[in-house]
């Protein structure tokens, strides 16, 4: 079923919610896919959450080994066994993760029970437009869910409401955070919008691949699906932009997305004014940081927390507006923002389990 109502506009500064009613303990929680790089990371945040019990955990190529074999990071869950990706595991679960690859959660989505919750970190339930998908993914069209970045003028109510949700991708997720409120405010045009952005080895998922080993890597920086990565149709959709060109590029380090963000003022602009409006957006989230001053978006300052980093240039010679972002594409960019969206459909305080700070160095 496709819900329309996955975008709301104009924008507007929206308060986070506060957990209602009594306090759920013991949320049974399943992951389908967690043996990748999103899914480990989804697994630690689990692990540490106060209210959730994690009771199925399911993979493919790994079925019957250990957690702690395949994440050796997770002592605390390290002796849960890897079932196989299907129904039958997931059952009995309150609330199912799926952290698969591109084009996979659809069909396991269509074969799961209709009153179990469900957030997916996968493409398959993000866009609005069948068209795209067959453009930008290929095969079957699964429908749009929910769309899960609750920072977006309407989405917290509309996520906590829901059954299914789709969380966004990391580059979209970095972008449109920084895109949408000017676009919205009406202070930057929705047309000829330009990023350069680049992400760290494990925004491409952990099978080996030859490109992504250490020795090709180190000492190298490289651009990818140049003018056709898949995150454009997405981010046009939940930013408001009409003409976008993005340019990827894949950066010598584990984790991390940096930003640089490049749109058309309506009108002669200042760096102050733009940061106004990205400040009138955020002030009262809680992930969300404009920095000021001297401080810039660094993808350090971001790991292993749900934090976004935002700040605002407006260039000397062109008059545009730069706003850089920064984001760590496991958290924020997936695991984290995924655990935001499940703690709202449950319930709970937006922010439970789910780390301001991150870690350094």
């Not at 540490?48 to 605390?76: F, Y």
């Not at 980093?309 to 923002?337: C, E, F, P």
């Amino acid at each position: 079923m496709v819900h329309r109502h996955a975008m709301r506009r104009p924008w507007r500064r929206e308060a986070p919610t506060q957990r209602k009613g009594p306090r759920v303990v013991g949320v049974r929680i399943a992951v389908a896919g967690a043996t990748g790089y999103a899914g480990g990371e989804l697994l630690r945040l689990l692990a540490g959450h106060p209210d959730v019990e994690l009771t199925a955990v399911t993979g493919h190529s790994s079925v019957g080994e250990r957690v702690g074999d395949v994440h050796p990071n997770l002592r605390s869950i390290a002796d849960l066994t890897i079932a196989p990706t299907e129904p039958a595991s997931l059952a009995g679960a309150d609330l199912v993760f799926l952290a698969m690859p591109h084009g996979e959660s659809g069909a396991l989505a269509a074969r799961l029970s209709d009153d179990v919750k469900v957030v997916d970190l996968g493409a398959d339930h993000r866009l609005l437009d069948a068209d795209a998908w067959a453009r930008y993914y290929g095969g079957a069209y699964a429908g749009a869910w929910t769309y899960g970045l609750p920072e977006l003028a309407g989405q917290r109510a509309t996520i906590a409401a829901g059954t299914k949700v789709a969380a966004p991708g990391c580059y979209a997720t970095t972008i449109t955070l920084a895109l949408a409120p000017l676009i919205n405010a009406g202070v930057a045009s929705a047309d000829d919008v330009v990023v350069v952005a680049a992400s760290g080895t494990s925004g491409a998922g952990r099978a080996g691949k030859a490109h992504l080993l250490g020795s090709e890597v180190m000492g190298d920086i490289s651009v990818y699906k140049v003018g056709a990565h898949q995150h454009v149709p997405e981010i046009k959709q939940a930013s408001g932009a009409r003409t976008l060109s993005m340019t990827p590029m894949l950066a010598p380090m584990p984790r991390g997305i940096l930003a640089t963000c490049t749109l058309v003022p309506t009108s002669p602009i200042s760096a102050d004014a733009v940061t106004s409006v990205l400040r009138a957006a955020y002030d009262t989230e809680t992930f969300v940081h404009v920095l000021a001053g001297d401080s810039i978006p660094r993808t350090a300052a971001t790991a292993g927390s749900n934090s976004c980093h935002l700040k605002a240039y407006v260039d000397a010679d062109s008059g545009r507006i730069i706003v850089v972002s920064a984001l760590d594409n496991l958290g924020k960019g997936a695991a984290g923002q995924a655990l935001q969206c499940a703690n709202l459909m449950l319930g709970l305080p937006e922010s439970t389990g789910l780390a301001i700070d991150g870690v350094a160095p």
